[in-house]
């Protein structure tokens, strides 16, 4: 009877979101990285499939006409969407579907799953601590780096639409965190639901 949850996870580039969602599905055999399509260019080591499933624009528009993304969005002059039949069926499934998306995508997911969606918004110390993480990463130019450190200053704006917020200055204790997040939204529960779940009860 139990349907699973969404677990949303936004931040700024450098945050350290990507990993603490990987380890967060590595460790919990419920929680399922939902995989975007996007129309950027593969980083070195990013796999196709895992990190992303890498498309071209034209692909990606027609994705879009057919109705394949429940949400897309436009990051950086990329577009960015998430699959539509996966997330619904592994939810349907009781899994927990863990989202690595933008500020938009949040927007987005809590509007058409308001009731089984837990947000959060992951984030460094400081805008310095974030600065030095994306420099010492290495996988964006200098000019790269500015845009994504301007998008972040933007993106923070967006905090009081999560759920929480959490200051990413230890990754075990963010994943802790997160952990507990994950399986607090296995918990949360619509009125609908309730009342299908008390009828059961007292059957
Ligand atoms: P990156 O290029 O660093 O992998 O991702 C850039 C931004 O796009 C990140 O904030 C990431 O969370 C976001 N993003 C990745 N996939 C999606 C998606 O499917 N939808 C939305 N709205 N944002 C996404």
Partial sequence: MMSGSLLVVSGPSGSGKSSLCEKLCEDFDFAHLSVSTTTRTARIGEQEGKDYFFTSKEAFSDAVERGEFLEWANVHNNYYGTSRSRVESELKEGKTVVFDIDVQGQASIVKLFANVTTSVFVTAPS????????????????????KRLENALDEMQSIGAYDYLLINDSF???????????????????KVELRKFIAEWLS
């Fill in 172 to 190: 075990e204790k963010s994943l802790e965190t997160l952990k507990a997040l994950a399986l607090a939204s296995r918990i949360k529960r619509d």
């Fill in 127 to 146: 805008n310095a601590i974030l600065k030095e993480r994306l420099e010492k990463r290495g996988a964006d130019d200098p000019e790269a780096i500015r």
